[in-house]
């Protein structure tokens, strides 16, 4: 997985307040700001060109399935490789001063991108046009419409959700001299809400995944070729 976040910062001064606001005043001022200057979302995504390896033996599926994917399986005629990646970057904030001692901070634009890099393996020994070799590449194709579908799902995910992440985590009042110090943070809060819908898309495609991946879905594929 890999993370890539670029900070912009920008201050545009508001006239200042003969008196200092309430907090609790400010706060409803920010969110108001924010949500009449909504972030631009950019969601991108993309399913990667599928490759395809038919070199290995069985022995070597079974160390790439324990090594990639963390799974220990032996005799594998097939495996499919997702390598789904996401990152986070061009989240841009801007602070707009509300009176002479408060600013609101918000994100004026968020992007995130999410990607797989599919590889197929076929055991190097299956006959290309056998019944085997087919019912086989047929299973990993399965695996690679899951993925596809669990991606398009994610990417509707993120873009209803990212919005309402920024409004939790990157809106916030705070003084001048509290800026450079706390925007960091605002960053890494919102990196860890967008980090916690990807763990769920994570969890739920390894799901889809062992449901293909049963005996009993094995055993009739075998009984197809009989």
Known sequence: MRLLLYLIFFIALFPASTSAMSFRYAEQKCRQIYLENPPEIAVKYNYGDLKYDFSKTRDELAKINKEVLGVEKNN?????????????????????????????????K?????????????DKSLKKGTCEYKVTLRHEYTHIDIGHTALNLLVKALNRQLPEFAATTAVRVMSPDEIADKA??????????????????????NQQHELLDTPENYKRETSLCR
């Open 76 to 108: 594998l005629r097939g495996l499919t490789s997702l390598e789904p990646n996401i990152k986070i970057e061009g989240l841009q904030l801007r602070g707009e001063g509300i009176d002479d001692a408060k600013f609101c901070v918000y994100p004026v």
């Open 184 to 205: 960091e943070k605002l960053n890494q809060d919102f990196q860890q809400k967008v980090l916690m819908l990807w763990q769920i898309f994570i969890n739920t495609l």
């Open 110 to 122: 968020i992007e995130v991108s999410v990607a797989m890099n599919p590889i197929i393996y076929l």
